[in-house]
């Protein structure tokens, strides 16, 4: 049986950075996935993922640390210089504006294909010595005081001392181990598309609160190009997902009252919309077993959100990061798999991933409430808030880490 310092099951971003990270520490890593292809391949202008992330400063330095960043085809990366959050009202003072020359930073953000990361992921991963993949998928494991052997459907095993999964929101290794996970439905389908725009964006991100509680953003991409996301519900988006790509430019040009028009001129759909359903879930523990922890649950596995702040990528970029940071400054005398070493990355995460969730789950909460009274409030507390230049450099400064 062949032996790891580590073993990684899913093959997605968090997956492939996780491997990236720690083979840097001299580890020795197995990763292992059914597919490690991302699924589309960003070769030219006209195709583009419409898998959209928005980096923040944390995820821009991980991946510059693990020789990925450098690496990436910086025209296909779109620079956001201003945020503008739109109320319901209809009205233009009901509206915070974020902006990168008023805060005295570079950008707010870095918006990125995700198949533009996962490529370069891959290529980074072809140069590192201490990692080793398997296309094949883990049917069991077995976690022991001395190891955690892997058991695959091609017949092979494979013992580590650590087992990291990070094999998304469904994760069979967290629902193996039982560990309670509640989840909270939110109702509603992100609806995601790419398209053309007639007016230059001038790297603004547009985002609106609609006054049936759905909400619409609109992020810039390079050469005139923007990436949507419309958390609809359920039904609406089931409708949105059979339009004609021109129906479905108008219906979007038209929202929020016409405004979205306003600011990017006439629409055009590139590839065809897709959709995922929207629910907020943190695993309870995201270390196990509880006498001697040897999996350790990361990314989308441990934790998922709604995108309205957009973060959901970098808290899960954030897990790689502490996870990396401790095993690097850990005591000489403590391994990998040291319990004190391991509990230690699951205080660090619990705090961080509680306070984003619970903020992104209130100010869905918020803006899905049609209370007359409600909405008033809410609306003029964006007011409010745009006109104070210190709580919008603090909540660019939380945004960013």
């Known amino acids: 049986m062949n032996s790891y310092d580590l073993i990684i099951v899913g093959a997605g971003i968090t997956g492939k950075a996780t491997a990236l990270r720690l083979a840097r520490l001299g580890l020795k890593i197995l990763h292992v996935a059914p597919n490690f292809d991302p699924g589309i391949h960003c070769n030219d202008d006209l195709t583009w993922d419409s898998r959209i992330y928005a980096l923040s400063s944390s995820s821009q330095q991980l991946l510059s640390d693990i020789k990925v960043w450098e690496a990436m085809d910086h025209s296909r990366i779109q620079i956001v210089s201003d945020m503008r959050v739109f109320g319901d009202s209809g009205q233009a003072k009901d509206e915070i504006h974020f902006s990168a020359y008023s805060a005295t930073i570079p950008q707010l953000a870095w918006i990125i294909e995700a198949g533009h990361i996962e490529k370069t992921l891959d290529a980074a991963s072809q140069f590192q010595g201490n990692i080793q993949r398997i296309t094949d998928t883990v049917t069991d494991f077995v976690s022991t005081k001395e190891n955690v052997t892997v058991h695959t459907q091609a017949g092979q095993s494979f013992s580590s001392k650590l087992l990291l999964a990070a094999d998304g929101a469904k994760s069979p290794i967290r629902e193996k181990l039982q560990i309670q ?45 923007l990436s949507m996301v419309w958390s609809a519900g359920v039904v609406h988006a089931e409708q949105l997902l059979k339009l004609s790509p021109e129906t479905l430019s108008t219906t979007v040009m038209s929202a929020a009252l016409g405004s ?142």
């Open 181 to 225: 996970t509640p989840i909270n439905d939110y109702g509603q389908t992100a609806v995601v598309a790419n398209f053309e725009c007639e007016l230059d964006h001038q790297g603004t991100a547009c985002q609106w609160f609609l006054d049936n509680g759905e909400i619409l953003a609109l992020l810039p991409l390079p050469n005139k190009k």
């Open 260 to 401: 979205v028009q306003q600011r990017t001129g006439s629409l055009k759909m590139m590839p065809p919309p897709k959709s995922y359903p929207l629910r907020k879930m943190k695993a309870e523990r995201i270390i196990a077993p509880d006498h001697h922890p040897r999996i350790v649950l990361i990314g989308d596995a441990a934790h998922a959100m709604h995108p309205l702040a957009g973060q959901g990528l970098n808290l899960g970029l954030r897990d790689v990061a502490t996870l990396g940071q401790l095993f690097e400054n850990k005591e000489s005398f403590r391994d990998i798999d040291d319990p004190v070493v391991l509990r230690r990355y699951e205080r660090a995460r619990h705090g961080d991933t509680d306070a984003l969730l619970f903020t992104t789950d209130q100010l869905q909460k918020l803006f899905v409430n049609q209370s007359g009274f409600i909405k008033t409030a809410r609306n003029l507390g964006m007011s409010l808030v745009n006109r104070s230049q210190f709580l919008k450099r603090q909540l660019i400064q939380k945004a960013l880490s």
